[in-house]
């Protein structure tokens, strides 16, 4: 509103400098752009991020199985999961090292009826041989993780539009605080020549000062 106004009053001000109307028309367009251009890169942004992450979370849930499982016995330190894959045993150590999360070795069934055996961390404390729980594995056994959940996968693609939308706000106030700061920059020149001129006879009888 202050921009608005802003430009309003610089409309026919006598004391009007071009720079002046300017300067009010760069605030202006800099407030349409973060009110209006910024919120709707953002929700342009967030529309893509979540049509890609829903994309994923239907593939994943699409490939990946929750399998039953039984507890063989704990596993030792440092043990290693035979039938996961790189990513998996990544992250089996890097479970193993969270607190309150046991190793054990279990056996499962993929779904395309082959067996399995791994290390996997225990889904209660204290793990008891021959309990069952459930894994998630890929179609051929393999240790992975659980599938995105499209709940989670709206969270992330609303944060993803509201820091498109923020960047797009900062962008466009950091160009108007260099637009401003060269014309001020060009002011203070203007007025350098003028008091350079003007300075010498500033003051003395019949020098029009």
């Known amino acids: 509103m202050r921009t608005a106004l802003g430009v309003w009053r610089w409309r026919r ?30 929700w342009v942004a967030g ?3 979540d049509g890609t992450l829903q994309q994923a979370a239907h ?12 507890v063989l016995r704990p596993a030792p330190e440092s043990a290693a ?13 890097a479970q193993r090292t969270a607190p309150h999360r046991t190793q054990i070795v279990a056996a499962w069934t993929a779904p395309d009826g082959s067996s399995h055996q791994g290390t996997v961390p225990a889904a209660e404390e204290p793990p008891r041989p021959g309990e069952r729980f459930r894994i ?11 599938p995105l959940d499209p709940s ?7 944060m993803a539009g509201l820091a498109a939308a923020i960047c797009v706000a900062a962008l466009v106030e950091t160009v108007r605080r260099l637009v401003v700061r060269r014309l001020m920059h060009r002011r203070y020149i203007r ?8 300075g010498p006879d500033w003051g003395r009888a019949g020098a029009g000062s």
């Open 81 to 93: 999961a035979p039938g996961a894959s790189a990513s998996a045993s990544a992250d089996a150590s």
């Open 191 to 198: 007025l350098d020549r003028a008091w350079a001129a003007a």
């Open 13 to 42: 001000n006598p004391l009007r400098r071009p720079t002046d109307l300017f300067e009010a028309w760069v605030a202006f367009a800099a407030l349409v752009c973060v009110l209006v251009v910024a919120p709707a890169i953002g």
């Open 152 to 158: 989670a996968a709206v969270f992330h693609a609303g």
């Open 136 to 146: 998630w594995t890929d179609a051929r056994g393999r240790l992975v993780g659980q």
């Open 59 to 70: 593939q994943q849930r699409q490939e990946r199985h929750l399998v039953p499982a039984v």
């Open 47 to 49: 529309l893509r991020v």
